[in-house]
C-alpha cells in the first residue's frame, strides 16, 4: 500500500531530511586525507542527537552505525571503520537516514577526497544528473517507471550502467515503504505520481558493469568488476507545484 503525506507529515519529512543534510554538510566538510569512515560517522550520530534526532539506519536489521561509507568500487552499505582512512583520488558515498518525531528523513551523496581521476569526477557528475532528472519527473500525473527510465537513459547515454540490485523506496514513518523505486524500466508503468507521495530516489550508477558482489560481512556491496560506483538520494515529495525536495528545498 502506498501511503500519501499530509501537508503536515510532509513538514515533519522536510525537517527530518534538513537534519540528515545538516550532518551530511558537516561529514562532507571533514573529508580529507587521512580521516577514517569511522570518525566521519561519530561527527553525523553527534550531529543528528544534537538536533533532536535519532541515527535511522543504527540497529535497522542490525546495521551497526549512522552512515553508510562506501569508498571507490563499494556502491552501498559500507560500514564506518576505525581501520578505513581516506586517501586522496578516492570517492566516497556519505548515505545518511535520521528519525525526528516519528519520520524518516534518507539522503546521500559522493564526494571526492583531494583530487580524483577525470573519469571518477565525471561519474560523479553524470550520477548527479541522472538525481536531477529523476527528481524532475516527480509530477503529478507522471508515472512511478518513468523515475527509473529517466536514470537508465541518463547513465546509459555515458555509457555507465545501473546497479539492479538495489532500489529506491516510499519513506515516511518508515524507513523502507512501497513502492519500490527501480533505477531502470520502461516508462509509462506502473502507478500514477499524486501529491502526498514521497520517494528516496537513490541512483547507483557503475562506472563498468551492472553486478554486484556483497562481502561476508552482509552488508558491504561492491562491483563485481572492481570499478568505481557512484550514488547519491533524495528523499522527494510530488506536490501540485511540481517536485520538493525534502531537507533542500524551502516551501
Ligand atoms: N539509503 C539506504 C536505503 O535506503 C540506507 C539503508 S542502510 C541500512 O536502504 F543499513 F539502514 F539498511
Ligand atoms: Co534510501
Redesign the pocket.
Known sequence: MIVLKTASELATLDQANRLVHGALHRVAAAVKPGVSTWDLDALAEEYIRSGGGRP???G??G?P?TL?TSVNEVI??GIPSKALHLRAGDVLSI???AVLDGFVG???VTVSVGVVAPEADALLRVTRECLEHAIEVMRPGRRLTDVGHSVQSHAEAHGYSVVRD?C??G?GRA??EEPSVPNYGQPGRGPELRPGLVL?I?PMINLGKAGVVIDPDG?TARTEDGKLSAHF?HSVAVTEDGPWVLGVDGR
Open positions: 535511522a539506519f543504527k535497522y536489521r546495521y552505525a553508510c552501498v552499505h548515505d545518511c537516514g534518507d539522503a546521500a538495489f529506491g523506496h519513506i524507513m523502507h528516496a537513490e552488508w538520494e
